[in-house]
């Protein structure tokens, strides 16, 4: 009979959870403000040149607000079948060292 058929909990494996909340945060805040960089780069580049490269450099400054914020506001997504049980052990069971 199964831990789920006897009605008990299923452990969660330390090792399959998911990054803190904090960690996440971090990682998508520094990632819109690289791209905000790239941006403000881009004005610059539309000011110092001419031709295509300006109008690149323009589209670029348009775009990219958005796509940071795209990429700020996506959350890490939760992998699938990386979660797994771990059986407790019993604290009555006498553990024996090899």
């Given at each position: 009979?199964?831990?789920?058929?006897?009605?008990e909990p299923?452990?969660?494996?330390v090792?399959?959870?998911?990054?803190s909340?904090?960690?996440?945060?971090n990682?998508r805040?520094?990632?819109?403000l690289?791209?905000?960089?790239?941006?403000?780069?881009?004005?610059?580049?539309?000011?110092?040149?001419?031709?295509?490269?300006?109008?690149?450099?323009?589209?670029l400054?348009v775009?990219?607000?958005?796509?940071?914020?795209l990429?700020a506001?996506?959350r890490?997504p939760?992998?699938?079948?990386?979660?797994s049980?771990?059986?407790?052990?019993?604290?009555?069971?006498?553990?024996?060292?090899p």
């Open positions: 009979m199964s831990r789920r058929e006897r009605g299923t452990v969660q494996s090792t399959s959870a998911r990054t909340k904090e960690e996440d945060l990682a805040m520094k990632h819109y690289v791209t905000m960089g790239i941006r403000t780069g881009c004005f610059v580049l539309a000011v110092v040149t001419t031709g295509w490269v300006r109008w690149t450099c323009v589209a400054a775009v990219l607000p958005y796509v940071a914020v990429f506001n996506a890490s939760r992998v699938a079948g990386r979660v049980a771990v059986t407790p052990r019993d604290p009555h069971r006498r553990q024996l060292d």
